[in-house]
Structures are given as C-alpha cells and as structure tokens.
C-alpha cells in the first residue's frame, strides 16, 4: 500500500460507551419512562380472520359428513396420513416443532412492546423539560417529539422517530467545518456517525463533530441517551 492510499483510508474514531441514565444533566438520578407499546389491530385483526375462516371450513367439512357427505379430500388425505405415520416420524416431529416455533414466535410477539423505531423521551418533569414548562406556565403543553400519548393520570408521554432523529443529528454533523458529507444511524441503544472530511486535520474533525452530536443527543431529549460512535475518514476526492 502506497502512502497516497493510507492518506485515504486514514480514519479518525471514537467510540463512547454512553451511561444509561435518563437525567437531563449528567449525573442527575433516571427518571423510570417506558417504551411504547403497539396496538397490534391489523395483525390481530389478520391472525382472527384466519382462525376463523379454518374454523368455519372444519366446521363445514363435520357438518357436511354428519349429514351424510362425503369428507373434503384433503381432511381424508391427511386423517389417512396422520394414522398411517408413527410419531417418531420426521414430517409428524418436523409439523410439531414448527407449529410450537410459531406458537412461541407469536407469545413473544404478544409480549415484546414493539414499534422498535419510535425512542421515548423524558418526561417534561425532568431537567430542562421542568424549566421549559415553567416558563410555558401551567396548562400549556410542548411539543418535544415526533409523537406523543397520554398515559395514566393525564401525563403526556413524548417520543421521536428513529429516522427522524437520525436527520436531526446529520444537520448538525453537516454544520461541522471541514465535513464534506455525513452519515447517522440511531439505533435504540447506540448511535453511529460516519463522516467524510475534505480539509482540516481529521482529529479536529472528529472532536468537533463528536461535541457538536453530544450536544444534539442531549437537545433531543431522549429517557435512555445512547452510547455514541463517530468516525471520520478523508474524502478521496479532496486528495485528488
């Protein structure tokens, strides 16, 4: 590798391990906030009227040969199968495992929270919220995020979209002198900053962009601030 490639491909990095805490400052106790949960009506709504529509042909298919109807082949076809099969058969043991894997699969669903892609915020009662809606005066509310709901006793839960955040913090990335262009990915416990740099030296450039999006996380206002990791590479075009 000549030196004009390792100019190239040198990188400036660094990678925080980001506490868990929800203070608005650092070192302010966390303040407990929930993930949202998912109404789940379409895949309910879906999952129903499968049951039903097998229900009502099994139904069907009874009362047809109740009354004296031949049964539907393929109820005949696989009574005939499941007593001709021993249950140390593979497609008998392979059915079952499948059918308790989705059993499984779908009581994790039930209880995971889900919407994956919506971060919740902190309450307005903590940190600068607390200042922000004393300043608002009583009765008013602010709009802190992409979303928000009322939980119990009336109090508004706030949160902001994945994607959403994700723009946010690439504006302030692009604010940053000396980057060219830039790259954030938020996930639920970490955030990813990849930047290309045409000119200052590229540790100034990661020390600034590490502030800058520091600083952006905190504004978001989010319950559980991720961990941070920011890279920086030199862009090949500004070596020519």
């Given at each position: 590798m000549?030196?004009?490639?390792?100019?190239?491909?040198?990188?400036?990095a660094?990678?925080?391990?980001?506490?868990a805490?929800?203070?608005?400052?650092?070192?302010?106790?966390?303040?407990?906030?929930?993930?949202?949960?998912?109404?789940?009506?379409?895949?309910?709504?879906?999952?129903?009227?499968?049951?039903?529509?097998?229900?009502?042909?099994?139904?069907?298919?009874?009362?047809?040969?109740?009354?004296?109807?031949?049964?539907?082949?393929?109820?005949e076809?696989?009574?005939?199968?499941?007593?001709?099969?021993?249950?140390?058969?593979?497609?008998?043991?392979?059915?079952?495992?499948?059918?308790?894997?989705?059993?499984?699969?779908?009581?994790?669903?039930?209880?995971?929270?889900?919407?994956?892609?919506?971060?919740?915020?902190?309450?307005?009662?903590?940190?600068?919220?607390?200042?922000?809606?004393?300043?608002?005066?009583?009765?008013?509310?602010?709009?802190?995020?992409?979303?928000?709901?009322?939980g119990?006793?009336?109090?508004?839960?706030?949160g902001?979209?994945?994607?959403s955040?994700?723009?946010?913090?690439?504006?302030?990335?692009?604010?940053v002198?000396?980057?060219?262009?830039?790259?954030?990915?938020?996930?639920?416990?970490?955030?990813?900053?990849?930047?290309?740099?045409h000119?200052?030296?590229?540790?100034?450039?990661?020390?600034?962009?590490?502030?800058?999006?520091?600083?952006?996380i905190?504004?978001l206002?989010?319950?559980?601030?991720?961990?941070?990791?920011?890279?920086?590479?030199?862009?090949?075009?500004?070596?020519g």
């Amino acid at each position: 590798m000549n030196a004009d490639q390792k100019m190239r491909q040198s990188t400036s990095a660094s990678a925080y391990g980001g506490r868990a805490g929800t203070g608005a400052r650092d070192g302010d106790p966390p303040a407990p906030t929930r993930r949202f949960w998912s109404v789940r009506r379409v895949p309910a709504g879906i999952v129903a009227l499968v049951i039903a529509a097998i229900s009502g042909l099994l139904l069907y298919d009874v009362a047809a040969v109740r009354s004296g109807r031949p049964a539907m082949r393929w109820r005949e076809w696989l009574a005939d199968e499941l007593a001709a099969r021993p249950l140390d058969d593979a497609w008998v043991m392979g059915g079952a495992a499948l059918l308790a894997a989705l059993g499984v699969w779908m009581v994790v669903l039930a209880l995971a929270p889900g919407l994956r892609g919506l971060l919740p915020m902190r309450p307005p009662e903590s940190g600068a919220e607390a200042e922000a809606g004393a300043e608002a005066g009583p009765g008013k509310v602010v709009e802190a995020g992409a979303g928000s709901r009322v939980g119990a006793g009336g109090a508004v839960r706030a949160g902001i979209d994945r994607t959403s955040a994700g723009l946010v913090l690439r504006d302030r990335a692009m604010e940053v002198p000396g980057v060219r262009s830039a790259r954030v990915d938020v996930g639920r416990r970490r955030v990813r900053a990849r930047a290309l740099a045409h000119f200052r030296d590229l540790d100034e450039v990661r020390a600034d962009l590490d502030a800058a999006l520091h600083e952006g996380i905190r504004q978001l206002g989010l319950a559980r601030r991720p961990a941070l990791s920011v890279r920086v590479r030199r862009s090949a075009k500004s070596k020519g």
